[in-house]
């Protein structure tokens, strides 16, 4: 069985393994190798057991398996947390569970692809916790994440800069990008900053004054 490094301090980022597309094994591997804490959603189970992931938890309402217990003998020590309340996602639960453990600092994989309706709410649950946790969201394409007003990074060269808003976002300031935007609206639907570039090797900046955007690194 595949494991993951121990880490006794909440400062590397927990994972969650979502129930969407699967990864590659090199990025699952890197993702795995310093965090602290791996969750996996229970409707992903079958296929994360198939890989020989060492898990830490599982949560779910576990409406697809029967005795999970026995399914997860073989992982003791590991925790089998139920969660039947249907009002939140089981994304949702798993980031309110990790929340309360101290644990701020999440990555979330397997989250995109498949049905179309859970690619869009997970999105979306970036956005709910945007100021309780630092998520990001990866995908063998993607990285994800909310950007807080004011941020700067470095890129080489014509990186693909996606910036999706999830709700109308005023005062956006860019530099740095091939295509600049100059204290201009961004709203989903109307007008979105879709496969934008770093203009070369630097700094790109970027400020907004309100609403909610995401940031989404994109490569082929």
């Known amino acids: 069985m595949s494991s993951h490094h121990i880490v006794k301090d909440n ?9 969407g597309e699967s990864c590659s094994m090199h990025l699952l591997n890197q993702l795995l190798e310093w965090s602290p804490v791996v969750m996996v959603l229970d409707g992903a189970l079958p296929r994360v057991l198939d890989l020989g992931i060492k898990i830490d938890i599982v949560l779910g309402d576990f409406d697809r398996a029967h005795e999970p217990e026995k399914v997860l003998a073989h992982q003791y020590p590991i925790e089998i947390i139920h969660t039947p309340n249907q009002d939140k996602t089981d994304l949702e639960k798993g980031i309110d569970l990790l929340l309360s453990r101290n644990h701020t ?21 970036l956005a ?11 995908d063998d394409y993607s990285k994800i ?10 890129y080489t060269a014509a990186t693909p800069i996606s910036l999706m808003p999830i709700s109308r976002v005023e005062g956006v300031v860019t530099s740095g990008l091939k295509y600049n935007l100059n204290n201009e609206f961004l ?18 900046k970027i400020a907004y004054q ?5 940031l989404m690194e994109c490569h082929d």
């Open 11 to 19: 400062q590397e980022p927990a994972l969650i393994i979502a129930n």
């Open 210 to 214: 309100s609403g909610t955007l995401l």
């Open 128 to 138: 709910k916790y945007k100021d309780l946790a630092n998520l990001v969201m990866y």
């Open 145 to 154: 994440f909310c950007l807080p007003k004011s941020f700067d990074k470095w």
């Open 105 to 125: 600092a999440i990555n979330i994989v397997w989250a995109t692809g498949k049905r179309a309706d859970h690619t869009l709410n997970n999105l979306s649950t």
């Open 187 to 204: 709203d989903l639907g109307i007008c979105t900053s879709s496969s934008n570039e770093a203009l070369q090797d630097g700094t790109v």
